[in-house]
């Protein structure tokens, strides 16, 4: 055992230089990698609480509204708002279906808007009825769509979904552009690692061919080197959470939380699992590479 | 100790047989000398019992363990049956006499306080007591030799290879060498040298093993280098 520590210690030492380049690559790609999963989480989360929340809303007809399947001068009529009722829940999209009269809809203006001066600008009958869709899949949005579009006394349907994706579209862009990042980083740290522990191996030699030759383990022979790859892993992890950690009290905690309260936030839990699945990546990069780059020398 | 069965050895790529059809049985505390010339088979044949290289065709015994079949993690303790020594003595540069004998103890995990118990005790049977602390460098070829020669004997091995051990040395250094490892021998440890020193072979009178592009030709009992 001190053997091996005490080989491990003039490795690190040795390769003073490489070590520091190892950990510093370790460490910004960590980053990147920790810092993508954070904002996948923060798409997942908000994705999953706007989808839930979002309802299609079917506009019927008044005697004031035009276009859609209106007819001019004419409101949807009892007949027509049955029909589109008892079609959208037969559609196996569609979880549920409320209706909403306008004397409804008005009382809910009148609440959201009860401090503001828009509030006298609106009667009653400038409201409209509707009914409101929870869809089954809030992803599977397009058929119900368009199938209530279609139908007879609808003015309109409303759909939250078209305006929310091309941001999300934008959020997975940049979600799967850091991870990219980070992956090439990554590569970059594991052929760094590699290298460094052949150089090693290399000018250590003669003292694996002896120990070789006098039967020493090939475990005991690899873990001088593992050990070296792994505190500059270790290290490379340890710089990489703090990092995250940091990241996330200054951006998101300390700031973003308060700012922009209307979005659900990660929060200490994710960053638990982003930095663990950190360590979990680090560990991998520099135990791996070490492995191979060392076979040619255990091979008996 | 050691049984070759029909042992062939060709290497990748290679027409010609390295090794070709040995058959030959070592006994346990035997002196085998191995001649011939350069490219004759003799390395091979040393490489085969360290389980460097598995046979192409035949079988392998060495200390009863089938080395044809062996698994690969089975080595590392074939190994510490079998002490080795070279013609360029391979010591480790920057370390002294008894951290090079010592290594190969630490290096298969024996404790501190055997290894400060066994390594003195070889050093003096080697004859190299009160030379612990030097370094290799301040050493003579001879002395060299001797602290290479406690290494692979130091975990008292039942074989001792030694692939012309007396190369690089002096007639007159070369018997000491000879005379250490006839004592070695008389411990009951079997000993094969691969040499091309005549002089040493017939002044020994020991069994002898002659290799001819990879054939054996001669197997001889209290034998000479040159055939009679």
């Given at each position: ?18 070590t ?11 980053s ?9 989480m ?6 999953g609480r ?9 506009f ?15 409101g ?28 409804e ?23 409209q ?6 869809l ?6 397009s ?7 279609g ?5 309109n ?5 078209r305006?929310?994706?091309p941001?999300?579209?934008w ?17 970059a740290?594991?052929?760094?690692i590699?290298n460094?522990i052949?150089m ?26 593992l050990?070296?790859s ?6 490379g992890?340890?710089?990489a ?22 979005l ?31 076979r ?5 | 100790?050691?049984t ?19 058959n ?16 004759s ?5 040393l ?16 200390a009863?363990k ?11 303790a ?7 020594v ?14 090079n ?9 024996k404790?501190?306080?055997l ?19 030097r ?12 602290v ?5 004997f130091v975990?008292?091995?039942k074989?001792?290879?030694a ?21 070695i ?5 079997t ?10 072979v ?13 054939e ?5 009992t ?7």
């Open positions: 055992m001190r053997h091996t520590l005490r080989e491990t210690w003039s490795g690190l030492k040795r390769n003073l230089a490489m520091i380049a190892v950990v510093v690559t370790m460490a910004v790609s960590l990147l990698f920790g810092a993508g999963l954070l904002t996948s923060e798409v997942d989360l908000v994705k706007w989808y839930d929340k979002i309802e299609i809303s079917v019927l007809c008044t005697e004031h509204t035009q276009g859609g399947m209106c007819e001019e001068g004419k949807t009529t009892e007949a027509q708002r049955e029909s589109i009722r008892q079609t959208l829940e037969a559609n196996p999209e569609v979880a549920e279906v409320f209706y909403e009269s306008k004397e809809a008005f009382e809910e203006f009148q609440r959201v808007f009860a401090d503001s001066p828009i509030l006298g600008s609106r009667t009653v009958d400038q409201m009825d509707s009914f409101r869709i929870k089954e899949n809030p992803e599977n949005y058929g119900v769509v368009s199938e209530a579009q139908l007879q006394g609808v003015q349907v409303q759909d939250l979904h305006i929310l994706d941001m999300f579209n959020l997975n862009a940049l979600q799967w552009a850091t991870i990219g990042m980070s992956v090439l980083l990554l590569l740290a594991s052929l760094q590699a460094t052949r090693a191996a290399f000018t250590r030699r003669r003292e694996i061919g002896i120990m070789r030759l006098v039967g020493a383990s090939n475990f005991y022979i690899v873990l001088p080197f050990l070296e792994l505190i500059a892993g270790l290290i992890i340890v710089v959470g703090g990092t995250l950690a940091i990241g996330y009290y200054l951006v998101i905690e300390t700031n973003a939380k308060t700012s922009i309260q209307a659900p936030w990660i929060d200490w839990s994710h960053v638990t699992t982003a930095i663990l699945a950190m360590a979990a990546v680090g560990v991998a990069l520099a135990v791996i590479p070490t492995l191979l780059a060392t040619k020398y255990l091979r008996i | 100790m050691i070759f069965e029909d042992v062939t050895k060709f290497y990748p790529g290679q027409d010609r047989a390295a090794l070709r059809n040995i030959l049985e070592i006994g346990k505390g035997e002196f085998v000398f191995l001649v011939g010339q350069s490219g088979g003799k390395s091979t044949f490489r085969l019992i360290l389980r460097e290289y598995r046979p192409t065709k035949g079988t392998l015994y060495v009863g089938n080395l044809t079949t062996m698994n690969q993690w089975k080595v590392p074939l190994r510490r049956q079998i002490g080795t070279f013609q360029d003595f391979r010591l480790l540069p920057g370390k002294t006499v008894f951290e004998v010592a290594f190969a103890l630490q290096v298969i995990g404790p501190q306080r290894i400060k118990q066994i390594v003195p005790e070889t050093l003096e049977l080697v004859g190299l007591a009160g030379k612990e602390n370094q290799n460098e301040e050493l003579s070829g001879g002395e060299q030799q001797r290479a020669i406690a290494r692979a975990n008292r091995p074989i001792l290879i692939d012309e051990p007396t190369g690089n040395l002096d007639p007159e250094t070369s018997v000491g060498i000879m005379k250490l490892l006839d004592r021998n008389r411990t009951d440890t000993v094969i040298m691969a040499t091309h020193d005549s002089s040493i017939d002044q020994m009178r020991r069994r002898v093993l002659e290799l001819r592009q990879g054996l030709v001669r197997d001889q209290k034998g000479v280098y040159g055939t009679a």
